[in-house]
C-alpha cells in the first residue's frame, strides 16, 4: 500500500452506504459482507490514481450527469468475478449431453447464451462443450454463443481469447490441444475456430428484454450471477430468461442458486449435481 493511499481516511458507514446503493441502482447487484473490503480498497485505490483526497467529491463526480466514464471504470474493478474454464464440469457436460440429445432427434443448429460470462471462460467453455456435442454425432457443427457481462474490462479479455494457465486447471489435456494453442509455459490462447463461435456484448442483466438476439434460444447457462441479487430480483431475472427460450430450451443455473421454483414456465430437470430448467410450451 502506498504511502497517498495510506493518508486516505476509511470510507465512514455512510460513505459506503452510498456506494453501496449506487452499485445496485446501476447494476441490481448487492454487495456480499465478504466482498465489502475490496470495494472500500477498490475507492481508496482509484482516489490515490486520481491525486484526489476526498471520498464525497469522488463520490459527486461518479454519481454525476458526466460521470459515466468514471463510473464504468470504477464499477468493472468492483464487478469483475475470478473465473476459470469448465468452472462447474458437471453443468457442461450436461449441456453436452443435452445438445447430443437434440441433435439426434434432429435439431440442426444451436443458440446458446452466457449470462454475465465476466472474462469469457464460460461463454467459450459452453461453445466446446457443445462442439463434443456435434463431433460425437459425427455432424457439422451449427451453433453460436453469445456471451454478456456488464463489464467492458471483462469483454476487452474476453474478445482476446488469452488466459494464464491457472485458468485453464479444469481442462483436460484433450481438451487444450483441441480448443487452445499454448503461447508460453504460462499462457494459453482459444482457437481461432472456438473464437469464431463465440461473440461478446455489453450487457446488463437488468436489461434482458432489449436484447434482439435473446428470443427462441436453444441455452441460456447463468451460473454465480444470481447469488449477487435480491431474491425478488432474482424471480425477475429468471422469469425474463425463461421468456428467452424456445419450448424445450434449457436454462442451467447454479447448483443453490435457486431453491424454489422460479416460474411457470420452467420446470426442473432431474439431473443429479445440476440445476436446470426447460421451458415448458405455454
Known sequence: MSMSEQSLPELTTAQFSCWRALIEEYAGVQI????????????????????????????ERV????????????????????????????????????????????????????????????????????????????????FGVVGSDISHQALMSARSGIYHSRQLKQVTEFE?????????????????????????LNSNILNIPKHSFANNLDIIYCQNVLIYFKRWRRR????????????GGLLVLGVGECSEQPSQLLTRVPEQGVLAYVRSSR
Open 236 to 247: 425477475e431475472i429468471i422469469q425474463s430468461l425463461a421468456q428467452c427460450l424456445k419450448p
Open 176 to 200: 487444450k490441444r483441441q480448443y487452445f494453442t499454448e503461447m508460453s509455459a504460462t499462457e494459453f490462447s482459444v482457437s481461432e475456430s472456438t473464437k469464431r463461435r463465440v461473440c461478446f
Open 63 to 142: 454519481n454525476g450527469l458526466g460521470g459515466e466514464q468514471e463510473r464504468r471504470l470504477i464499477f468493472d474493478r468492483m464487478l469483475i468475478k475470478e473465473t476459470h474454464f469448465f468452472r462447474h464440469r458437471p453443468s457442461f457436460d450436461f449441456v453436452s449431453r443435452s445438445v447430443f440429445r437434440q441433435i439426434s432427434e434432429g435439431m440442426t443448429s444451436t443458440s446458446a447464451w452466457s449470462v454475465g460470462c465476466s472474462t469469457g471462460e464460460e461463454a467459450y467453455s459452453i461453445a466446446m462443450a457443445i462442439n463434443a456435442a456435434y463431433e460425437t454425432c459425427d455432424k457439422k457443427p451449427l
Open 32 to 59: 456480499a459482507p465478504d466482498r465489502e473490503a475490496f470495494v472500500r480498497l477498490g475507492v481508496r485505490r482509484r482516489l490515490e490514481e486520481l491525486g484526489e483526497s476526498s471520498f464525497d467529491s469522488y463520490f
